[in-house]
């Protein structure tokens, strides 16, 4: 079941986006959308409502990069993740 009620505790690992038609976005990518939007990674403190993508455009993205004090990602890889030898349920 993919539901998240149906997996509290749980990892999903969606197996099926690793094919050669599947696509993901690298961070920092340009969108094939007007305006060039940048796939732009944020903090969370970043994430509001009323976010709006245009902000992140190939014009605007390498100020707002120099600006940042802080690298949204840094400690991302502190915390260590392990999957269980047998799968549960």
Known sequence: KVSKAERVGRIFIDY????????AVAPYSTRARPGAPVAMPLA???????????????????????QQAADPWAGMLETRQRLPDQPRG
């Open 44 to 66: 969370w403190e970043q994430v509001k409502p009323g976010l709006d993508p245009c902000d992140y455009l190939v014009t605007t993205v390498p100020g707002l990069v120099a």
């Open 16 to 23: 099926l986006r690793n094919d050669p038609t599947s696509t």
